[in-house]
């Protein structure tokens, strides 16, 4: 749910990042910390646990520039991987705009992405939204890693609709940009048709 | 979609501001935000300038949600009220009209019941403004009034923001 303020002229968007433990939904965000100018950034926010895994959520808000005379502004959250996190994930997913499902492109983790990627489909629904009419991405991470599957076999399992879908390596920061941007643009293009 | 979605009108806003910025006098309160439940923030009135409102927003909103899961645990259907009390500063949150935040900073300046007092009063007619506010909102739908700002936009606009 985007939040059009006149007053301010102003609109916010919420991207969330989804994906199994581990696969690099953080690196995704602190790279896109990084990368952006600091008059375009807020502080990113990590609820972490104390070996740095996501607790509750990581929090970026970015702003993008002006459209129309709208400032545009999308706060990105990741949600907490970890299977028995599932109530966090519920609560994060409220008042979505995008979903970017992160995939990790090994083969031993192919069962945590079918796996997160029902859960993710289960919770949208249980929060009224539909995975296909929401604008909705999937990156395949870890490309660089040994023993990743090929791209083709991730999209089968994991992208039957044919959504956008990128590959990246987040750590480095390769495809992270390219994601981000494929969901923002789905967003306004939703928001242009004014739901 | 599941929810309809916010927007905020130049008078309503001033309608929100004129009462939060009384809450601030009579509260003695330091700060005052209204941030929506998915954690944006609306407004906020006093000494926004020493915090990071973007991320108080987003953590409220979270806390919120969380304390949110927590009371359907346990079979209630949300708690309104959370307060936090700090050495000096302490925080006082509460649920307006079901659907916005109501964040006050105060310190020993003011007090937790004189806090509550006040907040109890503003919140109704805060929660009388955002009724407004919807239903202007869903007229505005309704009529197909076109003046939704985004509806012309074109992918050169979009692709502008990322150059």
């Known amino acids: 749910m985007s939040f059009i303020n006149y007053a301010s002229r102003e609109i916010n968007c919420k991207i969330v990042y989804y994906g199994p433990g581990l696969c690099g939904k953080t690196t995704n965000l602190q790279y896109v910390y990084q990368k952006t100018a600091p008059e375009a950034k807020g502080k990113m926010i990590s609820l972490a646990t104390e070996t740095e895994r996501t607790l509750f959520f990581d929090f970026l808000p970015l702003a993008l520039g002006e459209i129309r005379g709208f400032k545009t502004r999308f706060h990105l959250y990741t949600v907490p991987g970890q299977v028995f996190y599932d109530a966090s994930r519920k609560l994060i997913l409220k008042g979505v ?16 992405n079918i796996e997160s990627l029902e859960n993710l489909r289960f ?24 023993g990743v599957l090929p791209v083709e076999e991730l999209r089968q399992e994991l ?20 994601t981000l941007k494929a969901v923002a643009k789905l967003i306004l293009i939703d928001l242009k048709k004014g739901r | 979609m599941a929810y309809p979605q ?11 501001n004129f009462v939060i910025e009384k809450l601030l006098r009579e509260a003695n309160a330091k700060v ?6 998915n954690g944006q923030l609306i407004s906020g009135v006093g000494e926004t300038d020493r915090f990071d ?5 987003s953590l409220t909103a979270g806390n919120i949600a969380a304390t949110g899961g927590l009371a359907k645990l346990i079979g209630e259907k ?5 307060f936090h009390e700090g050495e000096k500063d302490n925080l006082h949150i509460s649920i307006v009209g079901g659907r916005v935040i109501l964040v006050v900073i105060f310190d020993n300046r003011s007090s937790l019941g004189l806090v509550r007092l006040r907040v109890k009063k503003a919140s109704e007619e805060l929660t009388g403004i955002f009724d407004r ?11 197909g009034v076109p003046e939704f700002p985004f509806a012309e936009i074109t992918d050169d606009d979009i692709d502008n923001l990322f150059s």
């Open chain 1, 97 to 112: 705009d995008g979903v970017v499902f992160v995939a990790d492109s090994q083969e031993e983790r192919m069962d945590a």
């Open chain 2, 32 to 37: 005052i935000f209204l941030v929506d439940k």
């Open chain 2, 6 to 16: 916010m927007v905020m009108y130049d008078e309503e806003f001033k309608q929100i």
């Open chain 2, 133 to 143: 506010l919807v239903r202007k909102a869903e007229e505005k739908e309704r009529s």
């Open chain 1, 123 to 146: 919770n949208l629904k249980e929060q009224g939204y539909d995975l296909d009419r929401l604008p909705y991405v999937v990156q395949y991470n870890k490309r660089d890693l040994p």
């Open chain 2, 78 to 82: 949300e708690f309104s009220i959370l």
């Open chain 2, 53 to 57: 409102t973007t991320s108080l927003a």
């Open chain 1, 159 to 178: 992208n039957p609709t044919g959504v956008p879908d990128f590959e990246a390596c987040a750590a480095t920061g390769e495809g992270v940009f390219e």
